[in-house]
């Protein structure tokens, strides 16, 4: 089992720019796609983005595309989710997740979760 934590959140202004990082721990994470998902108050979680085994591809949800970019570091076992021009609708729980496979299209997210890092964007 893989240890998830996620860090980077907090508290920007509208059209500001948050770094996300997801360390992973106890298993290393390069066999695997890896991808982000967001959870608003009240709302179910949402995918985001996810990123190839290699890091070559990436995928991401219509409503973050342009403005965020997933990326990872095998040699570091580490996610990354940099976000830009943040809008307060960007406002959430974020969570990565191992994926069951290795291709970051139609991701599929395994039982790994971390514990989130709360965004809060305000307008």
């Known amino acids: 089992q893989v240890q998830l934590e996620e860090s980077g959140g907090g508290l920007v202004q509208a059209g500001g720019s948050l770094r996300l990082s997801c360390a992973a721990s106890?298993?290393?994470?390069?066999?695997?796609?890896m991808g982000w998902f967001r959870q608003a108050p009240g709302k179910e979680r949402d995918f985001i983005a996810a990123?190839?085994?290699?890091?070559?591809?990436?995928n991401y949800a219509d409503s973050v595309k342009g403005r965020f970019t997933i990326s990872r570091d095998n040699a570091k076992n580490t996610l990354y989710l940099q976000m830009n021009s943040l809008q307060p609708e960007d406002t959430a729980v974020y969570y990565c997740?191992?994926?069951?496979?290795?291709?970051?299209?139609?991701?599929?997210?395994?039982?790994?979760w971390g514990q989130g890092t709360q965004v809060t964007v305000s307008s």
């Open positions: 997740a191992v994926g069951q496979g290795t291709t970051a299209w139609a991701f599929r997210p395994s039982a790994d």
């Open positions: 106890g298993r290393t994470i390069s066999n695997y796609a």
């Open positions: 990123v190839s085994r290699s890091g070559s591809r990436t």
